[in-house]
């Protein structure tokens, strides 16, 4: 039986040092659906080398790794220790989709793009010893298998699965890397595939999944029928989405009542003019403190993320962002510098200004600035961001967001989930980690 082992590299962190952890709370969906899509005659073994040390001494036949943001550097260095070691190395990820002319320097072969219509042709060419160097073909219907969740079960990770809806996402946001790939193409699963993925989870004892999708209820009809599905499952769930879910008050009561537990969203800044700047004009951040309330009067608790580092920046509104979170209790916060990804809108702008600062992959981490701001220093952006995620991570604010609620009497198990996972990323901020996962 021939072997193909999938590896998940790691991302280094500020200080240079690869980030481990004794648990992965959020693990990716790619390698179970990919090791669904391999023929029986394979044995698959996957690696997270966040929870796990990448097997050097492996016997697989084929080596697949994945490129996900910033751990593309540590992608490099894995491909290139087992190309070295005489093994046939497959890239694949959207940062190979990205910047497909640097990444194929460093492998046998790359799928650009989704892997649903081009693995197996992948596998037939390799085990024939006619392996191309690129497959790529264009995502027309998003259907996948039943993914392969019992390789999961071995590994270190957390109580909550992934699941996946839709990929692609109708907005245009410059910065994002989703736009990039797809432009504005949005696909889903069939309604009955998702139900079927959330069974097996059931089955195996999961009662909390994550709804894999960058925008779920763009399409009303679609996700009125999937939550419909969900609500008979009586199982807890997150997804992110738009904001301006807000606006249909009878959608968000319809996905309340089918256990939505948690709703993440893009605010991104609190700052008109940024928005603007990233094309993201649509949302109005005098309305987030309303739309936020109106969230949690369904019950379901809410989730950010935000962007610091656009043109209507100052280090005063960056500091107001912190006070922004404290004012609105927001349970589980996260940030970003803006980063100008190879291969996103925003990288070529920022390279027609001449305002690209750091042309190094190993920079381009989401935690450095690596473009020149309009109204403060690269280095003053680098370290008002940290001082942002200190500032609103203090244990007072963590207690005052988490605990100090109404929540706490409503759904007081929620409220320790939300304040412990605080705290653990409390811990990784000392550290200059930026909490994901």
Partial sequence: MKKILLIQPTPYDANGKLIKKKKLYFVGLAFPILAALTPEE??????YETIEEVPFDTDA?????GSMGHAVVRTIEIAEKFKELGKTVVLGGYMVSLIPEEMEKHCDSMIIGDAEETWGELL??????KLKKVYQKKLT???TPLPKYELLLNKSIGNIMPVQAGRGCPRACNFCSI????????FKRDVKEVIDDIKKL???GFKKFILLDDNIFSDREYAVQLCSEIKNLKVKWMTQCSIDVTKDLELLKIIAKSG??????????ISQDSLNSMNKAWANPNNYAKQLKIIRSFGIDVATEMIIGA????????RETAKFISNNNIAIPRFYILTPIPGTKFHEEMKKQGRIYKHELHSYNTCEAVHIPKNMTPEELTESYWELYNEVYKLKNIIKRTLITKQLFRKPLNCLFYFLSNVYYRSQIKNRIVPNG
């Fill in 311 to 318: 043109d209507g920046d100052t280090l005063e509104s960056i």
């Fill in 202 to 204: 059931k089955e195996l």
């Fill in 42 to 47: 394979y044995e698959v073994e996957l690696c």
């Fill in 179 to 186: 736009h990039a790939l797809y432009k504005c193409e949005y």
């Fill in 141 to 143: 219907l998003l259907k």
């Fill in 61 to 65: 036949d084929l080596i697949g790794i």
């Fill in 260 to 269: 939505c537990m948690t709703l993440s969203f893009g605010l991104e800044s």
């Fill in 124 to 129: 037939n060419d390799f085990a024939n010893g």
